[in-house]
């Protein structure tokens, strides 16, 4: 079964500071790899999927991953944060048994102070 | 373009009873899926319909059901309530009912239905 691990339950950074926040990836195949924001409540937004193209992947508002596979991590980086950044981030693998199913992690809280 | 909608938004109900809650796609989206977010948790899943037929099936009892209509909307039935399915309740729909290598099947997300069991 795949899984994804989120490594921090909660992360804190200042405003204009360098985002980071982890994730590593459990998978007997080449996973399908998301990460997704979740507001508070408001339902979840795709910021970002690998899907075995390049492994640098680009997503929306400046957020951006990179997938290492010698190290089994998907990492969600930004290089200056911004207020409206503070949200819920889920890493996401999806299932390869075929459909839609997506896997989550338990979630890194984000945190921006001024 | 209107997004992924779901109804009710909020309700509240008492141990033992029943609830309803339905979500319509994206217009062209044939593939529904269901997840259930406890507080504090990330999102599982209990159903994906694509073209009317059940697709996948996650780790829920019985009580859960749900169904898929001609119009691609789709319900989600929850019977006997327990305490513990107060959850916000989210639906997700794809155009296609599984991800490849040409198409990742991404899935668009409404803003769910948040369930309290008194």
């Known amino acids: 079964a795949q899984s994804v691990t989120q490594l921090d339950s909660h992360v804190s950074v200042s405003e204009g500071t360098p985002v980071l926040l982890r994730c590593n990836y459990s998978?007997?195949?080449?996973?399908?790899l998301f990460w997704y924001v979740q507001h508070p409540n408001k339902g979840l937004q795709l910021l970002l999927k690998?899907?075995?193209?390049?492994?640098l992947v680009k997503g929306i508002n400046g957020f951006e991953a990179e997938f290492k596979k010698s190290e089994t991590s998907f990492h969600l980086t930004k290089p200056s944060a911004h207020m409206s950044d503070a949200a819920e981030y889920f890493c996401?693998?999806?299932?390869?048994?075929?459909?839609?199913?997506?896997?989550f992690g338990t979630g890194t809280q984000l945190k921006v102070e001024l | 373009d209107a997004g992924v909608t779901q109804s009710p938004t909020h309700l509240i109900k008492t141990r033992g009873q029943q609830v309803t809650l339905r979500c319509s796609p994206i217009?062209?989206?044939?593939?529904v899926s269901w997840y259930q977010q406890v507080l504090g948790q990330g999102p599982q899943f209990i159903f994906q319909?694509?073209?009317?037929?059940?697709?996948g099936r996650g780790n829920f009892p019985d009580r859960f059901s749900a169904r898929q209509f001609p119009n691609y909307s789709s319900e989600l039935n929850v019977n006997a309530l327990l305490l513990g399915d107060s959850a916000l309740y989210l639906c997700?729909?794809?155009?296609?009912?599984?991800?490849?290598?040409?198409?990742?099947?991404?899935?668009?997300f409404g803003e769910g239905s948040r369930l309290t069991v008194l």
């Open positions: 690998y899907t075995s193209a390049a492994t």
């Open positions: 997700a729909s794809s155009l296609v009912g599984s991800g490849s290598a040409t198409n990742t099947g991404e899935l668009f």
């Open positions: 319909y694509y073209e009317k037929e059940e697709r």
């Open positions: 996401v693998v999806r299932d390869t048994g075929g459909g839609n199913k997506l896997t």
């Open positions: 217009s062209g989206h044939k593939s």
């Open positions: 998978s007997s195949y080449s996973p399908s």
